[in-house]
């Protein structure tokens, strides 16, 4: 199996939000909504000593995922060709019914929940039907910095290098999310 994965180089990423406004277009998410990724701002400091940096964080697509293991329904699961993990909204409980056990158990926040009562369980499935089309997910298209890559985890640590981390990830590497990171360095003392 290939593992697909991002790219994220934190040191090029303004929080400019196109990849979450693209992501939320292409997808006919309601604005307010959270949505399948979102970009975290990071502020550290006091002025004028001040460190800012931003976090893209969708679903990470592990390679031993939480949320499969804790979805009392059996909605969630890994595509054995290239590990990207899907939800089955058909299986799904839903709001009303479900415990949110798949939310609960993503350190990262990846599956939602929309507002509505019925609501099926979402998360980025790294914009699958794209990929069946030999195209990029969306995000990776939309962001004008050039962030953001998506491919098989091999061919972006040789084209990235072994990035292991960013500013605000949590490292919980025991889940093996599908990422590659250029983080940015905080200046001492942060």
Known sequence: MSRIGFYFDQTRCTGCYTCVVACKDFYDVEAGRTGYLRVLSIEKGVFPDLFVAYLFSPCWHCEDPPCL?????GAITQREKDGIVVVDPGRCLGRDQCPEKCKKACPWDAPQFGPQGDAKMEKCQLCLERWEEGRKPVCVEACPLLALDAGPLEELR??????????????LWRFRPSVVFKGKKPPAPY
């Open 69 to 73: 293991k804790a979805c009392p329904a």
């Open 158 to 171: 040789k084209k990235y290098g072994e990035g292991q981390g960013a500013v605000g990830f949590k490292p």
